[in-house]
C-alpha cells in the first residue's frame, strides 16, 4: 500500500477526532486538562521529551509512596 493510499484510509489514520495541540501545550490524562508544556517534567526517552504525566500529579504519586516532592 503506498504512502498516498495510507493517508487516504481512515484505517491507518490514527487519532482522527483528537484536537491537535500547540506545541507549547500537553495534556495530562490524569488531570484530564491540557496545560502548559512546563507543567510536566522532562524526559529524555519520551517522544516529545516531556513525562506524560504532569508535575502536580507526579509529586502527589511521590507523596503517596514516601518519596521527596
Known sequence: MSAES???NPAYVRN??????KAYLKHCPICD?????DDFWKHPTASDG???RCK???NEKARQKGGKA
Open 33 to 37: 486538562q491540557v496545560k502548559d508544556r
Open 56 to 58: 502536580q500529579r507526579e
Open 50 to 52: 516531556r513525562h506524560p
Open 6 to 8: 495510507k493517508r487516504l
Open 16 to 21: 482522527r477526532d483528537k484536537p491537535i495541540l
